[in-house]
């Protein structure tokens, strides 16, 4: 879309974008809706002013919708271990986003653990593994086709007993609208809660970039099933801008705390309202 | 976000207008709001949406209401119709060659389901055709790639042509078309890495592979769930490999699957399977009306 005026092109210019970047229609027009009020309100008449603007005005309504407390990963140093479960539809990027933040922390200097409970897809332990030994982190794992709840509970036992700064627990891709294997989650997190009543610090939802509206009934039943904490955008280094997360921040408040940005060990970044505005807007002004 | 049925949105915008006789523009106008809306629900592209409009509305302007229905009944059945017609009216099918092996390979994004299909692939190929396929291990990137579609062949009790130490993809693929050979397997399938669609060594390393394996039949590998740049990723994949056509993954889910129209809008290449789960045999052949009804919401 090229600049041409502030006038109504130009925003029907910007509420496509929205569109096109998978936003949804309803998130969509409020969005465009009040970045228009606020550019008139400005009276931005420049290129410059308008890019400005709407930025800031989108990351003002998305630190609006969320709890300030909660928008960064949170840690807690007290000693204990902290757990964070990783959760999502199959493909998503939870395996290697794992992989990832196991190699921040590590970098970081603490001591980290991963749990293989993924039990059940072709080769999923193997990648875990696999990560493991390229950033230099203990995994645990079970028998194959073992209860993954089992594999949690082993490797919860262990993270504590060896005072682990951080576990890692992956699990199996699963559809939110699969009864049963939404249960198998609900037990995963009962048995961290056995041996560690105030975790998970995260339960973190990871959603693949190049999701379309079904990403809200994910964040939703998800939620649901085992109360989440954020989410981690992947996949964003693509032609896609994720652009459902701001609808499910506007339904859910949930803040999206990573980013996936490609298939490197370093591939990974905090999330920044504020870069990801000026993303989204990129090629409109 | 609940999903109003299409169908009574439309009986519900048009209530208050014509009764029988001609559909108006007045009436396609209305209609077409909530059209549009449904299908940018269901993640259809933008652009594709535009255009199904625009044909929709010369399609149902001026039309007489057919006995039966009422013009919203009418508006919903050339949207029905002009939808199914747009995925492919019959149901299509894999390319055979003449001479063994027929060789397909598989491409898509990250994470769609590529080397899960390998496997579902060969599954219905042996019990549909008594097939004796050869699998080979095309992605050296993803950790455990090769440990995964090596398990897979031994569920289903088939060989894995694989290198653990080669880093040039069509040279694998060269050296296990070989072995196909001598071993007189009918099927190859191949899979390879996921990757980005504007990603250029990778897409380059696609193009070799193709060169040498000259396969009768290159598949896309879509995940339903995709957004609005599911016409980006067709297109880029098909531009650079001239695909064959597509399988639908993941439509076991709650997504309404726009992406198969945007795919089909952009390539014209037939969707030739669905994927319906994780197990091997959730593998189904690809239903033009089911999905036209799916989208829509019906
Ligand atoms: N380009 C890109 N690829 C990614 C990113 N994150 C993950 N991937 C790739 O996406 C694919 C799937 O990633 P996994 O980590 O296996 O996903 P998962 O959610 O664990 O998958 P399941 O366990 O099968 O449900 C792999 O090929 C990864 O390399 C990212 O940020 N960018
Ligand atoms: N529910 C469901 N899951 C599927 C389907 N097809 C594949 N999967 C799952 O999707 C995830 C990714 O599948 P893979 O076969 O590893 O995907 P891929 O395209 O080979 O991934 P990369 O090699 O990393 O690009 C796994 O968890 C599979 O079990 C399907 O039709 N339905
Ligand atoms: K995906
Ligand atoms: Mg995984
Ligand atoms: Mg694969």
């Not at chain 2, 880029?236 to 129209?261: C, E, M, N, Q």
Request: net charge negative; hydrophobic share 40%.
């Amino acid at each position: 879309a090229q600049f041409r005026t502030v006038d109504e092109d130009f925003f029907d210019d910007l509420e496509e974008l929205l569109i096109e970047s998978d936003v949804g229609y309803e998130t969509a027009e409020q969005l465009t809706t009040a970045l228009r009020d606020e550019a008139k309100l400005q009276k931005a008449k420049s290129r410059d002013d308008l890019k400005k603007v709407i930025v800031e005005k989108l990351v003002e309504l998305y630190d609006q919708n969320g709890d300030a407390a909660n928008e960064k990963l949170r840690s807690h140093d007290d000693g204990k271990t902290n757990i964070y479960l990783f959760v999502g539809v199959n493909g998503a990027g939870k395996t290697t986003t794992i992989g990832k933040l196991a190699k921040r922390f590590k970098d970081e200097g603490k001591s980290v653990l991963l749990a293989a409970a993924d039990t059940f897809r072709a080769g999923a332990v193997e990648q875990l593994v696999e990560w493991g030994k390229r950033v230099d982190v203990p995994v645990v794992t079970g028998k194959e086709q073992a209860d993954p709840a089992s594999v949690v509970f082993d490797a919860t036992t262990k993270a504590i007993a060896e005072h682990a700064d951080y576990l890692l627990v992956d699990t199996a891709g699963r559809l939110q609208n699969k009864k049963n294997l939404m249960s198998e989650l609900e037990k995963i997190e009962r048995t961290i809660k056995k041996q560690a009543p105030d975790e998970p610090t995260e339960t973190l939802l990871v959603l693949d970039g190049s999701t379309g509206q079904n990403a809200l009934l994910q964040a939703k039943d998800f939620d649901k099933t085992t109360k989440l904490t954020g989410l981690v955008l992947t996949k964003l280094d693509g032609s896609s801008k994720g652009g459902v997360v701001l609808a499910i921040r506007n339904e859910m408040k949930l803040p999206v705390k990573l980013v996936g940005l490609g298939e490197k060990a370093s591939d990974l970044a905090d999330f920044d309202a504020a870069d990801y505005a000026v993303g989204l807007f990129h090629d409109l002004v | 976000m609940a999903f109003e049925n299409l169908s009574e949105r439309i009986q519900k915008a048009l209530r208050n207008l014509t009764g029988k006789g001609k559909i108006s523009e007045e009436d396609i106008n209305t209609a077409s709001r909530e059209i549009r809306l449904a299908l940018l629900e269901a993640d259809v592209n933008f652009k594709v949406v535009k255009d199904f409009i625009k044909k929709i509305k010369k399609e149902a302007l001026g039309k007489e209401v057919q006995e039966s229905l009422n013009p919203g009944q009418q508006v919903i059945k050339i949207v029905n119709d002009e939808l199914t017609k747009m995925m492919g009216e019959s149901a299509a099918t894999l390319n055979k060659s003449k001479h063994i092996p027929t060789i397909i390979m598989m491409v898509g994004l990250q994470g769609t389901g590529k080397t899960t299909t390998v496997g579902k692939l060969a599954k219905r190929l042996i019990d549909k055709d008594k097939a004796r396929p050869l699998l080979i291990a095309g992605d050296i990137y993803r950790p455990a790639a090769i440990d995964q579609l090596e398990q897979i062949g031994e569920q289903l009790n088939v060989p894995v042509y694989s290198e653990h130490d080669e880093k040039n993809v069509a040279k694998i693929v060269e050296n296990g078309l070989k072995q196909a050979d001598d071993n007189k397997n009918d099927y190859v399938i191949i899979d390879t890495a996921g990757r980005l669609e504007i990603d250029e060594p990778l897409m380059e390393e696609l193009e070799q592979v193709k060169k040498v394996a000259q396969p009768d039949n290159i598949l896309l590998v879509v995940d339903a769930m995709t957004g609005q740049a599911a016409t980006d990723v067709a297109k880029g994949f098909d531009s650079r490999l001239d695909i064959t056509g597509v399988i639908l993954t993941k439509l076991d889910g709650d997504t309404r699957g726009g992406a198969a129209l945007s795919i089909r809008a952009v390539t014209g290449k037939p969707i030739i399977y669905t994927g319906q789960g994780e197990k091997l045999s959730d593998l189904e052949q690809f239903h033009p009306d089911r999905m036209a009804s799916r989208i829509l919401g019906m």
